[in-house]
């Protein structure tokens, strides 16, 4: 997986490199190896969101069938909330994935893979 992580506020720098290292073992864990990813850390009152590239935006430096999209998390308020980064991250990259929890048989399939990658990040 390509990947580009940007910190919106320079006190995120420790979040960026945690990001940076969790992305890389998903990518191994996944083979997401012509996929590309952006991630933004920044502040605001949400935790995760996740965009799907739209097909049809151009952008020179990559091929639209490789971009999966557009993660942005607030580690500030994932803190705030007693949540995890890492598992805010799976969740968006997830979501980018097809994974959706809109269905209870959805929400179930998508936090079984939650759970099933967060146990392989910790190996």
């Known amino acids: 997986m390509r990947k580009v992580v940007i910190s919106l506020d320079e006190k995120f720098f420790k979040e960026e490199d945690q990001v940076k290292k969790i992305l890389n073992k998903l ?10 990813v952006e991630v ?8 995760v969101h996740s ?12 091929k639209p069938y490789e971009s999966l999209g557009e993660i942005y998390l607030c580690p500030d308020y994932i803190k705030k909330q007693k949540q995890d980064l890492t598992l805010m991250l799976v969740h968006g990259l997830l979501h980018l994935l097809g994974y959706d ?3 209870k048989s959805d929400r179930i399939k998508m936090e ?3 759970k099933e ?3 392989r990040l910790k190996k």
């Open 40 to 47: 933004y850390l920044l502040k605001d009152n949400f935790n």
């Open 112 to 114: 079984k893979k939650e």
């Open 27 to 36: 990518n191994k864990i996944l083979s997401l190896k012509k996929k590309y």
């Open 101 to 103: 929890h809109k269905k």
């Open 51 to 62: 965009f799907e590239a739209p097909k049809d935006f151009p952008r020179p430096d990559i």
């Open 117 to 119: 990658l967060l146990n």
